[in-house]
T-cell receptor, first 116, second 115 residues
Framework: AQKITQTQPGMFVQEKEAVTLDCTYD???????LFWYKQPSSGEMIFLIY??????QNATEGRYSLNFQKARKSANLVISASQLGDSAMYFC?????????????FGKGTTLSVSS | DGGITQSPKYLFRKEGQNVTLSCEQN?????MYWYRQDPGQGLRLIYY???????QKGDIAEGYSVSREKKESFPLTVTSAQKNPTAFYLC??????????????FGSGTRLTVV
């Protein structure tokens, strides 16, 4: 069975600093995808970044990058130059890519607070 | 614009009542999903459907039921058998044609409270 672990219930960072949100995963699948979502207080889920298990390079999307270490089964999200608007809950998720329609499995999330 | 619409945004249920949460998408997505979110628990999968007239139980299906009569619609019924239904419910959809790196498109959620 797949499992996502996010060990940081809360993180605090100052504006313009970089922050790393940890995510480790467990799966026996060879082909899988890793996702990060942001959830502001409004409750909407915003897709941030994706990493495939066979991707050789770490994914980047603007200020977001994914530090993918396959051997250690970790997929940490790095946010550079934090902004006040980054304050939100962040979820790591994964899915099996061998079968169509498989569901995303989520971690419990990390609450990020950015201060000025 | 295409998207997923969940309604209502807030819902109050009396003890012993069944309630139905609506989820409609106009993205032409094949797969749809229902998640429950409790504080500190992340998102837990209730039910999902890969195709019309077919659906599968997720990790916490007890006390819930779904239907998928149309591709666009995937309503969730919270029955009186669900002992602790107060939570935030999120509906999502995805393209899912074979291997894909697409994540989900989420609705804005329904907050259900038992009164």
């Amino acid at each position: 069975a797949q499992k996502i672990t996010q060990t940081q219930p809360g993180m605090f960072v100052q504006e313009k600093e970089a922050v790393t949100l940890d995510c480790t995963y467990d799966t026996s699948d060879q082909s899988y995808g890793l996702f990060w979502y942001k959830q502001p207080s409004s409750g909407e889920m915003i897709f941030l970044i994706y990493q495939g298990s066979y991707d050789e390079q770490n994914a980047t999307e603007g200020r977001y990058s994914l530090n993918f270490q396959k051997a250690r089964k970790s997929a940490n999200l790095v946010i550079s130059a934090s902004q006040l608007g980054d304050s939100a809950m962040y979820f790591c998720a994964m899915r099996d890519l061998n079968q169509a329609g498989t569901a995303l499995i989520f971690g419990k999330g990390t609450t990020l607070s950015v201060s000025s | 614009d295409g998207g997923i619409t969940q309604s209502p945004k807030y819902l109050f249920r009396k003890e012993g009542q069944n309630v139905t949460l609506s989820c409609e998408q106009n993205l032409n997505h094949d797969a749809m999903y229902w998640y429950r979110q409790d504080p500190g628990q992340g998102l837990r999968l209730i039910y999902y459907s890969q195709i019309v007239n077919d659906f599968q139980k997720g990790d916490i299906a007890e006390g819930y039921s779904v239907s998928r009569e149309k591709k666009e619609s995937f309503p969730l019924t919270v029955t009186s058998a669900q002992k602790n239904p107060t939570a935030f419910y999120l509906c999502a959809s995805s393209i899912d044609r074979g291997i894909t790196n697409y994540g989900y498109t989420f609705g804005s959620g329904t907050r259900l409270t038992v009164v």
